[in-house]
């Protein structure tokens, strides 16, 4: 498979006219000019497009097994795919809980059989998230989970936390937190702010968030883990991080788009699609996380996909489900707001999405060399659409972005060098 005339970032991130040649699933050759024998092959015209390494997206959520009305491991890797994502990791918040090496082989074995895109466990520090008993570690690293979390609850214990964090250091896997201080958050379903106060609800408060990821910190600079936070959304747990880098602990840290581009002062109402775990803030925690991203502090993008049923999502701000979708629209969102803006280098854009996430859990994709896995995305950025939860791929609709213009659709998508998702 040869991919004719693609723009491809160059290495001070101007677009050069390339030409991919792809065999056995591997690039092997990235050319200025084709040969005859070459022009002669199986060729796929660029058209100028923008190819880049196929994203990666190290939280999503999959609901398989035990939450299908949701989504499924073969509808998510689709909408992932769609979005132009590669290489996607899953969170253990199932039914039952990813907690055991018979669950870690289930997703992986069901991932296989959807054949679309790479998919990637995480195991649950604690049997069944309920923060008691420590899962087997051991077992769930050999049975290819890449990584511990408790995703949707945070751990309460700092002494679980403490000896969770030294196994999996003494196993050189990551520890992945979701920092939440229950004690500080129970039945509020928004942010601490002008629109809790408005519509008289409970405030989720930014210390819920950042008194974890400030405990945890201490926690990694005792144990030696590499530990990484989950969806950073406030301010005060960007200047942890900052901080905590700055003196030499492994400590890494995600954001997601809905946190770089959308206030609480955005939520236009009761809807449901507006509420998600971490929540809206204030315009400062956003600024905050756009400069935590812009100088390193948050190492990578993530999209925190999350599909719920309508009928849940129907059940208003108060009693619906936390979570949006993000596959489909993470790449246009982010390229249009910051990008075509002149905000950002796309070329920042496009590591944070790709080689960032590959460096920070050490996979062997994210990058367009010779001898990478043919892991691609095809992206048209000037053709301009209406984002139409109606044509997601994924289950859920659940989605605060509907009606957006933007711009920067991937167009097709290859995983090992096999197309599993185009716009044709």
């Not at 144990?223 to 492994?250: D, F, M, N, P």
């Not at 948050?298 to 596959?327: C, N, R, W, Y």
């Not at 994924?394 to 605060?400: E, F, V, Y």
């Amino acid at each position: 498979m040869i991919i004719r005339n693609a723009s491809v970032l160059g290495k001070a991130g101007e677009l050069e006219r390339k030409h991919i040649v792809v065999e056995d699933g591997v690039i092997t050759a990235i050319k200025d000019q084709l040969d005859a024998a070459e022009e002669a092959g199986e060729l796929i015209e660029a058209e100028g497009k923008l190819l880049i390494p196929g994203l990666i997206d190290m939280h999503v959520h999959l609901r398989e097994p035990g939450f299908e009305h949701k989504e499924t491991i073969e509808t998510g890797s689709r909408s992932a795919a769609k979005g132009g994502f590669t290489t996607i990791a899953c969170m253990p918040n199932t039914r039952p809980v990813t907690d055991s090496p018979e669950i870690v082989e289930l997703v992986k074995r069901k991932a296989e059989e959807a054949g679309l895109v790479k998919v990637l466990p995480y195991a649950a520090i604690t049997k069944n998230e309920l923060g008691r008993e420590l899962t087997d570690f051991a077992a769930l690293k050999a049975a290819g989970a890449i990584g511990f979390t408790d995703d949707g609850v945070g751990v309460q214990s700092a002494q679980m936390m403490k000896d969770a964090m030294r196994i999996a250091a003494g196993l050189d896997m990551p520890v992945i937190a979701h920092c939440e201080d229950n004690s500080l958050v129970e039945g509020a379903p928004v942010a601490e702010g002008t629109f809790a106060d408005k519509h008289g609800l409970k405030g989720i408060p930014n210390e819920s968030e950042a008194i974890h990821v400030g405990r945890d910190i201490l926690l990694a600079e005792a144990t030696g883990v590499h530990y990484h936070v989950c969806h950073v959304s406030t301010e005060q747990s960007v200047r942890l991080i900052r901080q905590a880098k700055q003196i030499g602990i492994k400590v890494t840290a995600e954001v997601c788009p809905h946190h770089l581009l959308l206030s609480e002062e955005d939520i236009p109402g009761m809807d449901a699609n507006w509420k998600m775990n971490p929540p809206l803030r204030s315009r400062r925690d956003v600024e905050a996380c756009i400069e935590g991203l812009l100088d390193g502090t948050l190492d990578i993008i993530v999209t925190d996909h999350a599909p719920h049923s309508a009928e849940e999502k129907a059940k208003g701000m108060q009693l619906a489900p936390f979570g949006i979708v993000g596959f489909e629209t993470a790449f246009p969102l982010l390229y249009t707001a910051f990008v075509a803006t002149g905000k950002w280098d796309l070329s920042l854009l496009v590591q944070r999405m790709t080689a960032d996430p590959a460096r920070v859990f050490r996979l062997n994709t994210g990058s367009l060399t010779i001898g990478a896995p043919a892991d691609l995305t095809l992206i048209d950025l000037n053709e301009e659409k209406e984002v139409n939860p109606e044509t997601f791929a994924s289950k859920g609709r659940n989605t605060p972005f509907a009606g957006w213009k933007l711009k920067g659709w991937p167009v097709k998508t290859w995983v090992d060098g096999k197309e599993v998702w185009t716009d044709k």
